[in-house]
């Protein structure tokens, strides 16, 4: 059963050996040249398993990989019971969303301290589990590496994420958010990234100062 | 600024109810269920033309617009550099140069006198700072003359906002590229929010740049660009370049150092190389606008700016946007490239909402932001 159908890709919810699972097929992009296409696809397929699984490592729930297959495209991999962080954040009591954006924090700063980026952190790829955990999805565009750039575009992402959809929110939930990373990765640690962050907004079109 | 040709006592036709361009509108959108609505909301409102003037960049561009969405007149005069890309001032100068003449052929086209004229708009920023203080200045003294309301318009909106009259589109996701902007929009709480932009040089920048650098001269009605769409069309092998996406965000500066060495070591043909440059820039444009158009599951998408002449990203953008059941719409080049009917339509838009600036308060923002500008008129 079809139930997102994403920029990247269509998740199905399926069953699966008696397991209720997701399967995510990357479909092929019509609008793109099927070489590059293919070429695209094949190496994002390869790749998202092999982050998700580090970032297990790194201490960050995501979802079990069961099944990879590049030549389809296609990840079968566990379904996480409950709702994204955008469809909840915005309802939430101020010290509940507070607390959750420090969590996040937290596990963002996990993953940097593993050099794992996850290249696309928005509140709709985080899902609340109802026992209160953070499941991290869709590694689709992530990277490794432990370069202070990669680092500060990937916040930089959240923030961006936080000012379109949660505008009403976005500067306190940053904040919260900045502060769990802090608790993981150190006051200087913080320092620098909100720094780069702040270097890469000005490298942005028409920002004030320049 | 040549303020006689403003006496409209002697020269201009006087019956504004036959404007020039009428059969344009009547025989494009004059149908459409929206167009009749928005046309009843606006006729509410008293009647009146809005002289928009565009000076952000290489183009200067005077459009005059009834209150109905007419566009009457959209005249545009470019300056063409001899050598290399824009020099602001040079630009700025070739604008002071030929104001006088592209405002008085504007009102002669639009049939309208000077004494017609409700209200000026101008185009306040982002752009490069002497170009649009001289557009600046006409509009000013042109207010003053007339002593009408004078309104600074934000030019990214205003390519949104013709944009969706052009095409008859109510919400879309907006991919607006040109020679110096690459942004992914769309309307969310009261503004045109920014999901995803160029972390470095826009699009257009990029792929002038590297045509330059291959040795393309633009000529009349021809710019560079247009030369490597045309060249691309003989290119059949694809040459592995950088592919940049971070998000909804995009950088090209990578690309276009690769795409220019490997042309100017000779490692593949220029034929190649364009058919490349496209496939890879433009696959990459049309990535972040699904993922923006999946984000805000917006019915729309709309495609606007220079760039948006290039075929092929077009018909990339129509697959994607089909893929998704939503419309695509691409503005027509006359009001999709920097123009001044643009303007003169958003400066209506902001006038039923009193957006009007004081001269003493009209400094122009080199660097004003799409998400700065509260957008109180989407939704009337």
Known sequence: MLIKKGAEASLYFEEWQNRK???????????????????????RTRHEPQIIHRAKEAGVSTPIVFMVDTAESTIVMEFVEGKQV???LSDLPSDKRLDLCRYIGKLIGRLHSDGIIHGDLTTSNMILTPQGKVVFIDFGLSEQTKELEARGVDLHLMKRALDSTHFSHAVDCFEAIMNGYEEIRGRKA????????????????????? | MNLAILNGKKAYSTDPSRPACREYERSRAASSIYLRISLLIVGCMERGYCLGIESTADDFGVGIMSFQGEPLANIVSSYMPEKGGIHPREAARHHAMIAGKVLAEALRKASVKPS????????QGPGMG???????????????????????????IAHIEIGKLMTNARDPVTLFVSGG????????????????????????????????????????????AAKVMKLARKGRKLVPLPYVVKGMDLSFSGLLTA??????????????????????VFSMLTEVTERALAHTEKPEVLLTGGVAANERLQSMLKVMAEDHGAKFGVVPKAF????GAMIAWTGILCYKHNLTIPIEKSFVKPKWRLDDVQALWVGD
């Open chain 2, 336 to 339: 999709s490239m920097d123009n």
């Open chain 2, 130 to 156: 002497p170009c649009l203080r001289t557009g600046a200045t006409a509009a000013r003294a042109l207010a003053s003359y007339l002593n009408v309301p004078l309104i600074g318009v934000n030019h990214l």
């Open chain 2, 181 to 224: 902007n690459t942004i992914v929009s769309a309307f969310e709480a009261g503004r045109y929010r920014i999901f995803g932009e160029t972390l470095d040089i826009a699009v257009g920048n990029c792929i002038d740049i590297f045509a330059r650098e291959a040795g393309l001269r633009p000529e009349e009605g021809f710019p560079v």
């Open chain 1, 86 to 88: 955008k469809q909840v």
């Open chain 2, 116 to 123: 017609d004229l409700t209200i000026v708009a101008f185009s």
């Open chain 1, 190 to 210: 913080v320092k620098e990234v909100l720094a780069k962050i702040k270097e890469i907004e000005k490298r942005g079109r028409y920002v004030s100062e320049r």
């Open chain 2, 259 to 280: 795409a220019t060495q490997l042309v100017r070591d000779r490692r593949c043909s220029l034929e190649d190389m364009c058919f490349s440059l496209q496939e890879y």
């Open chain 1, 21 to 43: 699972v997701i399967l995510k097929k990357r479909l092929p992009k019509r609008y793109r040249l099927p070489e590059l296409d293919r070429e695209i696809q094949a190496q």
